[in-house]
């Protein structure tokens, strides 16, 4: 299997050099499955496929193609990223200060893999024409991802993946790949993961998926689809969500429809009807809600661990991690220490929000820079995009991560994606008002 991982990181390379800009843009899309489980060294400083990517791309980037692919509108979330890095850096630092190497490959891959990545992305795919080849790119990734997701949840198996999991050594699996659980089902279902490492991304980036293409289905240019083709990416992308049994998508999911619902009337009066309805009989649709998700979850007073983390782990979980802030309240304990410190006290249950995580790691440095970081995506969202489709995006993200941490790659990415068709409609506009009235 390692073989494999170096004919994939060779290809790259090789077309790379041939190619940067199409290469780049597909291995974007194709990154999003790309795990920790993949890798040419596991033992600490691991080596996986996607440091050795990331690293390549960026390197090759500032080095050859710079003055090539440069944006013609400046990277928006600069600072923001500045910020993240100096917090993921100094965290490291800290990390190493107290003897583990760990945080410093952690550091590696978080500042390359997401923060200088996505900068370089934001340059690279600049052009109608780039826009189009990655969404296309993503589209298929997507398609087979669904495709295999449909297939492991009828066959209840995912030979992919396990064949992934097989290779990691037993003492270096940890946190790498979190395979679904047969024999002890969520609420009595299977939860599937596709090609994703962990069951509960599968559910948000396919939400994730399935809004970004609604934003940029209204720009035909960026997208050669139809109706009925359109209904089948909302119909799959939410079967997905369906099959990872996962509640945190489904509480962000209204935040990312309220644009929709507020622009179009016949839309907003149903959804109006609907919620006086609800409003009208809690009793009702809290039993038919319950036959869909866990509702024992949201209650404060269940101590009951099974079937996920619930409103009273997740008040442990913010107990402990304010007294392990404590022990390091300026710039955190360390990357990884989170994941260390869950080892020891259960009542962390692995850390799930960013918030508990980033200042038992970073500490209240590591919490402004990340404040900073929604901050900017929220200004920058409100400045480009005028009917709050980009705003309540990146809202309903920040809501994703403050339940549970995930990786930020397919965010951004389709952040930088529609912050661009944004902006080249928004300069559009002007130039046809300018027209008019000459």
Known sequence: MIAVWFAIILFFIIWGFKDYKKSFLTYAAVSLLINAGMAIRYAPPSIGVSLVLNLFFVILYHYKEKRRYRASVAFPLKSAFVWMSASIGISALVTWVNGSVSGITS???NIFGIYLFIYVFWNVCNENKDIKYFISCLVIVFAISYGYGIFEYSTHSNP?????KSMIPEEYSEGKLAMSDVENLRDGRFRAQSLFYISILYGINSVLFMFFILFVYKNKQYLNFG???LLLIVCFSLFACYTSNSKTPLVAIPIFVLPYVLKNKVVFTLFAILSLVMLANPKSVLSLLGNVMNL?????????????SNVYMRMLQLEASIEYWMKAPIFGNGLRTGAMFSERDPRLFGCESVWFRTMIEKGAFGLIAYIILIINCLKVSLKYEKKYILFMYSLAFYVICSITD????MYFICFCVMLKISIKTL???????NLRNV
């Open 296 to 308: 024992e979850a949201f209650d404060v007073k269940n101590d009951d661990m099974s079937g996920g």
């Open 227 to 229: 109706k009925k083709s």
């Open 107 to 109: 550091a590696i891959n």
């Open 427 to 433: 300069r559009n506009n002007e130039k046809g008002n």
């Open 160 to 164: 992919i993946l396990d064949s992934i």
């Open 406 to 409: 995930i990786n930020y790659t």
